[in-house]
């Protein structure tokens, strides 16, 4: 497997624009996690998805943020309107049966808000 | 709630020198015990992890191991190298419902000096 596969590595957009980030997970792997790395924040749990299903949001900043993730193959994190403070990498994981095995993360992909 | 507190950076060393990074946590129930490694420009990679009180993880010279008297899980290496340099996470599971997801420490830089 190529592993966690994120686009685009680097996105650079203007204040007010939508970005969209995409995720491909580990085929077989059941959870999918959103981080968000900043220097001032640290790493950030921003919503994870159990067989599709979002468990748990409470890391989403604001309703600027939102994620899907319509099939087993596919989730996106969407910033609509971005702003200068959504500079940060995003990541993405994933891991069978939770996080008693092994999260494997994506090589991120970062933003930067203009 | 859960959480995890790590010895804040920089860390910077010779070579050869012993490594120590604290890591503790604050857990209901029996969480298991992760160490991630963040090279520059990558996502994180897990180093070791431990699953229940007693356990050694171990990997490329590096050990810890899952205190529950003390509720640590510090990073040990005897005998740390230049290709040690990176950002060290310490993490652990935490149940939420019939899922799980991750929680990280907010991370140790670690620079080797030749």
């Known amino acids: 497997d190529a592993g966690v596969i994120q686009s685009p590595r680097h996105e650079v957009t203007e204040m007010g624009q939508e970005v969209t980030l995409r995720c491909k997970p580990i085929?077989?792997?059941?959870?999918l996690f959103w981080y968000r790395q900043t220097m001032m924040r640290g790493l950030e749990l921003l919503i994870y998805f159990n067989n599709n299903v979002p468990i748990d949001d409470s890391g989403m900043p604001e309703d600027r943020f939102s994620a899907k993730m319509p099939n087993a193959s596919f989730s996106t994190l969407k910033i609509q309107p971005s702003e200068p403070r959504d500079s940060a990498v995003y990541f993405c994981?994933?891991?069978?049966?939770?996080?008693?095995?092994?999260?494997?993360f994506g090589q991120g992909t970062r933003l930067t808000v203009v | 709630g859960d959480s995890v507190t790590q010895m804040e950076g920089p860390v910077t060393l010779s070579e050869e020198a012993f490594l120590t990074i604290n890591c503790t946590y604050t857990?209901?129930?029996?969480?298991?015990l992760f160490w991630y490694v963040q090279y520059p420009g990558e996502g994180l990679q897990l180093l070791l992890k431990a699953t229940k009180a007693d356990d050694k993880g171990s990997n490329k010279g590096f050990e810890a191991t899952y205190r529950k008297e003390t509720t640590s899980f510090h990073l040990e290496k005897g005998s740390v190298q230049v290709s040690d340099s990176a950002v060290y996470f310490c993490?652990?599971?935490?149940?939420?419902?019939?899922?799980?997801?991750?929680?990280f420490g907010s991370g140790t830089r670690l620079s080797i000096r030749p």
């Open positions: 994981a994933s891991s069978l049966e939770g996080s008693r095995t092994e999260a494997f």
């Open positions: 993490a652990l599971s935490s149940m939420y419902s019939s899922a799980s997801k991750i929680i």
């Open positions: 085929s077989g792997h059941d959870y």
């Open positions: 857990a209901t129930g029996y969480p298991s």
